[in-house]
């Protein structure tokens, strides 16, 4: 079973882009799909990208599609979410995720804050 550490969270001006990394401890990494999601405050958790275990098949939700990037590393046991062109509306504490079979594991966010 993994463990997951988020980080690259920060305060940044609208149109500005972080980079949020999540590293995998364990030796099964390749085997979980793995997933970003966020909650802002007083809302409930969504869903912002997902990424299979090879790589071959990602999925966006609409609002992110075109201005963020997921990516893996199976060498380096790290998933990436590479964000551009922030919006206010993109605040929120963002958590990844890896899932495989019965297995949902999480990290413990990280908080990205975007200023108008």
């Known amino acids: 079973q993994v463990q997951l550490v988020e980080s690259g969270g920060g305060l940044v001006q609208a149109g500005g882009s972080l980079r949020l990394s999540c590293a995998a401890s364990g030796r099964t990494f390749s085997n979980y799909a793995m997933g970003w999601f966020r909650q802002a405050p007083g809302k409930e958790r969504k869903f912002v990208a997902a990424?299979?275990?090879?790589?071959?098949?990602?999925f966006y939700t609409s609002s992110v599609k075109g201005r963020f990037t997921i990516s893996r590393d199976n060498a380096k046991n790290a998933v990436y979410l590479q964000m551009n062109s922030l919006k206010p509306e993109d605040t929120a504490v963002y958590y990844c995720?890896?899932?495989?079979?019965?297995?949902?594991?999480w990290g413990q966010g990280t908080q990205v804050t975007v200023s108008s």
């Open positions: 995720n890896a899932h495989w079979a019965t297995y949902s594991i």
């Open positions: 990424i299979s275990p090879s790589g071959g098949n990602i």
